[in-house]
């Protein structure tokens, strides 16, 4: 069965890190760009950060670059989401998606995974 499943989440202080995964089953993460999306209540949901198929390039939403990475683990199927100095306006549920390449359609979702940074 084809699924994504985010995982890491969680409640972090101001200034804090996370890492989120994202695993992949029932296909190989690796022939696809994947997309990480955040949704906060309220607010429409919004581009984060995505790695293209071979990891090659990556590219993220201004109001979180230079603090979020993303990465893969081919081993492991995974794609990761490494968040550092975590701000107040970050909390979301967050959500990986599968595409062919960065910026085309996403055919596939995981349910999501809760961040709230808060003190």
């Known amino acids: 069965q084809l699924q994504l499943v985010e995982s890491g989440g969680g409640l972090v202080q101001p200034g804090g890190s996370l890492r989120l995964s994202c695993a992949g089953s029932?296909?190989?993460?690796?022939?696809?760009?994947i997309g990480w999306f955040r949704q906060a209540p309220g607010k429409e949901r919004e581009g984060v950060a995505c790695?293209?198929?071979?990891?090659?390039?990556?590219n993220y939403a201004d109001s979180v670059k230079g603090r979020f990475t993303a990465s893969r683990e081919s081993a492991k199927n995974t794609v990761y989401l490494q968040m550092n100095s975590l701000k107040p306006e970050d909390t979301a549920v967050y959500y990986c998606?599968?595409?062919?390449?960065?910026?085309?359609?996403?055919?596939?979702w995981g349910q999501g995974t809760q961040v709230t940074v808060s003190s």
């Open positions: 790695i293209s198929s071979s990891g090659g390039m990556t």
């Open positions: 029932g296909f190989t993460l690796d022939d696809y760009a």
């Open positions: 998606a599968r595409s062919r390449r960065c910026g085309r359609f996403y055919d596939y």
